[in-house]
Nanobody, 114 residues
Framework: QVHLVESGGGLVEPGGSLRLSCVAS???????MGWCHHTPGNQREFVAE???????RYGDFVKGRFIISRDNAKRTVHLQMSDMNSGDTAVYFC?????????WGQGTQVTVSS
């Protein structure tokens, strides 16, 4: 049960890069941390997750373009996105999971456009 705040979204051209950040109000060391996004058509899609042991997984659409990382001491999770395309346009949400508890941030808008 933590408060999450995302940042780093914005407008980027196709092929460009963005780095999203998520800062938690409390400890995240025992939590799985992840990102999902909501597309303009209201589709919710899994993007990336790192569990408390450091293991990662990504949505199939990522195709090696994104990297999730975490710094437990700074209570922060990042999503480094590169080679972005128009399909990445969405609101990105940070998620913290511990047992049955799920916490979500407010989201940050990412727009990929020329």
């Amino acid at each position: 049960q933590v408060h999450l705040v995302e940042s780093g979204g914005g407008l980027v051209e196709p092929g460009g890069s963005l780095r999203l950040s998520c800062v938690a109000s409390g400890s995240i060391s025992d939590k799985a941390m992840g990102w999902c996004h909501h597309t303009p058509g209201n589709q919710r899609e899994f993007v990336a997750e790192m569990n408390s042991g450091g293991s990662t997984r990504y949505g199939d659409f990522v195709k090696g373009r994104f990297i999730i990382s975490r710094d437990n001491a700074k209570r922060t999770v990042h999503l480094q996105m590169s080679d972005m395309n128009s399909g990445d346009t969405a609101v990105y949400f940070c998620n913290a999971k511990f047992l049955y508890l799920n916490d979500w941030g407010q989201g940050t808008q990412v727009t990929v456009s020329s």
